[in-house]
């Protein structure tokens, strides 16, 4: 029997407001533990909440940009709970009447686009931090206790841990892009927890689900469900059954192990959440909010096309980021050749980004710098190998391209007296390589070349070095 997958993704995303849910505590992230706390957020008796506008702001922002019906009246519910992360022992959450829901992403796959439901988008605390650090006992931070949170919960519409991974680079995409999340998943601003089952190709209805948590980066949401759907169908072609449960995701063993069982699940015992009135969203409001939602990725790739003339390749991975469509933007539009510089966004630019783990906007770069290093290399100061260099001494440094082409003497020999001197050299001490050249080897030539560049620690014209070399061997 043939097997397929059914995934769901909840998604958490903290919002990028200023102060907290309920109370004015700051929302920076970083601080030291417990000094961005109040009595509500630590749940002292007698404190009440009141709802921060900008979070249900954020949140109807969230709601549109991802195609969603946002609820004219909603509510805020407990979900009760122990467990010391959580001063008052509950979360205020949302559970029978979502601030938005029935929305959707279109994801690309093979042979056009799908769509994967957004079930329902609710607005809710996030609790506090516990930190397993030495050997007396466990400490808790309360900082995070209190920073807003969106849940994103899809429909079981994703059929393959691809189009998982493709489902949340998108909606990463679009969080960032509306500027409600900064996103960040390694301070944990996102999180993503994700439920698998499978069934009979062939047949409707849903199998056992099993929640997967301890997921790190959207690859580690890839690689558990593979090993998961696997595992699965493994159970099930043994005769077994899947029972409910939730496992943990062992990055280093590649492999998910049972953390609880159903039979452990909480009972949660929601209802209404008494201290606080119903949220009511107006018609004004939204279309309000609608008005300041930025142009989303699909349609900047579109025009990005068009305007720019930029591969469809080109265009998704550049759009993907917002902060990365802003600055190959502001280069583009002081520059000749836009697909000069989505090479260098796409390739110098996005590896050193990747090796560092930083943010376009948390590098000393600017447009500007970009646009004077492409000029340096147009003009010939500079070979486009050097301007390598030269991008990593800025990336690291933030100082000017023309600066470090100065002090490192990196400017290009493009004098034809010195350049012929060196290929000469290189001529008389390669007898073997220009023996193969004189036979007919054009590789040969390729090897002289490099030892010119070796000479000049890669400073020398290319197409100079090219042509005086060719002259030299022809005497
Ligand atoms: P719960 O009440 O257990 O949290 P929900 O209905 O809220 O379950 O669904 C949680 C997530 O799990 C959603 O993203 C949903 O799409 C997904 N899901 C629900 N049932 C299944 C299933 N049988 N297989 C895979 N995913 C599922
Ligand atoms: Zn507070
Ligand atoms: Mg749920």
Known sequence: ????????????????????????????????????????????????????????????????????????????????????????????????????SNGYIEIEVEGGTKRIGIKRIHIEEDAGKLLHEG?????????????????????????????????????????????????KMQEGSLRVDTNVSVRPVGTTDLGTKIELKNLNSFKAVQKALEYEIKRQIKVLEEGGTIVQETRRWNEAKGITEPMRTKEEA???????????VPIIVTEEWKEEIRKTLPEMPDAKRERFITQY?????????????????????????????????????MGEFARLLNDTGREIDE???????????????????????????????????????????????????????????????????NPKSVEDYKKGKEKALGFLVGQVMKETKGKANPQLTNQLLREELSK
Not at 88 to 100: E, G, N, T
Not at 366 to 380: F, G, Q
Not at 389 to 417: H, S, W, Y
């Open 1 to 100: 029997m043939k097997y397929e997958a059914v995934i769901g993704l909840e998604v958490h995303a903290e919002l990028l407001t200023d102060s907290k849910i309920f109370c004015g505590c700051s929302t920076k992230f970083g601080s030291e533990p417990n000094t961005q706390v109040c009595p509500v957020c630590l749940g002292l008796p007698g404190t009440l909440p009141v709802l921060n506008k900008k979070v249900v702001e954020y949140a109807v922002r969230a709601g549109l940009a991802l195609n969603c019906t946002i609820a004219n009246f909603s509510k805020m519910d407990r979900k009760n709970y122990f467990y010391p992360d959580l001063p008052k022992a509950y979360q205020i959450s949302q559970y029978d009447l979502p601030l938005c």
């Open 363 to 429: 590098v000393p770069i600017t447009p500007d710098m970009l646009i004077e290093l492409l000029k340096l290399v147009d003009d010939n100061v500079i070979s486009g190998s050097i301007a390598k260099t030269v991008f990593e001494e800025m990336f690291f440094t933030g100082k000017n391209p023309q600066i470090i082409v100065e002090e490192k003497g990196l400017r290009q020999i493009a004098d034809e007296g010195e350049l012929r001197r060196i290929v000469r050299k290189v001529i008389e001490e």
């Open 309 to 345: 003339g930029l591969p469809e390749y080109d265009a998704k991975v550049i759009t993907s980021s917002k902060k990365m469509a802003d600055f190959f933007e502001k280069c583009a539009s002081n520059y000749h050749s836009p697909k000069i510089v989505s090479n260098w966004l």
């Open 135 to 183: 050997t007396d006992g466990s400490l808790v931070d309360y900082n995070r206790a209190g920073v807003p949170l969106i849940e994103i919960v899809s429909e079981p519409d994703i059929s393959t841990p691809e189009e998982a991974y493709q489902y949340l680079v998108k909606l990463k995409s679009i969080l960032e892009y509306t500027e409600v999340s900064d996103c």
């Open 266 to 276: 909480h009972d949660y015992r929601y209802f209404p959440e008494p201290d606080l």
